[in-house]
């Protein structure tokens, strides 16, 4: 609950949820659920803002993850791939784009062509990032892939995001990149409709 809690926004709900699942964690659980509950816990307290506590969850995550894994009914293991998206999913929710950056463009190159969703949502926090550095060309190079996905998946959250990047990109709405990259919007829509 505390997940969904981020992902729709309520930080405060999110951090409400996380404590009340952690007092229903017994002491000893196998090392899939204390990376998993982990990440989930960095999610919560990146949303909430609270860089030391995500960044030591995402420590507690990765140390869970190099013990030894024993076979669990568990949906989507947790791997160092999937660990590195999500470091740079809580990173670009604290505004750390030095910690970000590397971690989703990383977490990107080990994605499979199927995983189009994550990409998308990856290439959407990327291009965040990029904007916190300056970086606008490669912000609208990520939202333009990240809309183009949306697009193909009919994905009304990563198009949410795409328009808050777009809004996001106010300031430099003259350069050739950010003009472009409503073109494709324009054109993306469009060409749904």
């Not at 490669?138 to 990563?158: H, K, N, T, W, Y």
Request: net charge negative; glycine share 10%.
């Amino acid at each position: 609950m505390s997940y969904w809690s981020v992902m729709g926004g309520d930080g405060e709900q999110a951090l409400t949820a996380m404590e009340q699942a952690k007092s229903l964690l017994p002491k000893q659980v196998p090392p899939v659920v204390e990376s998993w509950f982990a990440v989930f816990e960095a999610s919560t307290q990146s949303k909430a803002g609270d860089t030391s506590a995500a960044m030591a969850a995402l420590g507690r995550a990765e140390e869970a993850l190099g013990k030894d894994q024993e076979p669990w009914a568990w949906t989507v293991p947790l791997d160092f791939g999937r660990l590195t998206r999500h470091r740079g999913f809580c990173a670009t929710r604290i505004g750390l784009p030095a910690v970000s950056i590397p971690a989703l463009r990383q977490g990107l190159d080990e994605l499979e062509s199927h995983e189009i969703k994550w990409r998308a949502l990856a290439l959407s926090d990327l291009a965040t990032s990029y904007i916190l550095t300056g970086e606008i060309e490669e912000a609208c190079g990520a939202a333009g892939e990240a809309f183009d996905a949306g697009i193909q998946l009919q994905s009304d959250r990563v198009l949410k995001r795409i328009a808050r990047i777009r809004r996001e990109l106010g300031p430099w709405k003259d350069t050739k990149a950010v003009r472009e990259l409503e073109e494709r919007m324009v054109g993306g829509f469009l060409g749904n409709s």
